[in-house]
């Protein structure tokens, strides 16, 4: 099956960060990743923080392509969401996830809002 293709910089390679990491992955296991990110609970506020961190950086006239990918990413979601299958990440797995996207997130925030 072919990776779908997404804007916004989201789950994407050559973003930097986690995404970066897929080198050293399987085709299947970096789908597997990106399943569990995008099944994730923090995932809709990760993407609302990253949507807002462009905003902020994108010139007035581009806002608009913003919009465009945002509504395109529901579909590649649920594409991620569909191969989700019943293999868990083991609870290390589990908990450097859970801590890369802590920890982005956070990043995220004060990039949108410093203190």
Do not use: W
């Not at 990253?50 to 608009?64: K, N, S």
């Not at 594409?79 to 868990?88: G, L, T």
């Amino acid at each position: 099956m072919q990776e779908p293709q997404g804007g916004l910089g989201m789950m994407g390679g050559g973003g930097g960060g986690f995404a970066d990491m897929s080198v050293s992955l399987s085709g299947d296991q970096n789908r597997h990743i990106k399943a569990e990110i995008a099944n994730h609970p923090l995932y809709e506020q990760l993407l609302s923080a990253h949507v807002a961190c462009l905003r902020v950086a994108t010139p007035i006239d581009q806002l608009p392509l913003i919009d465009a990918q945002l509504s395109q990413s529901h579909n590649i979601l649920r594409s991620y969401i569909s191969d989700h299958h019943n293999q868990p990440l083991s609870p290390h797995d589990r908990q450097e996830l859970d801590h890369f996207l802590v920890c982005f997130f956070v990043s995220l925030l004060f990039k949108i809002s410093p203190f």
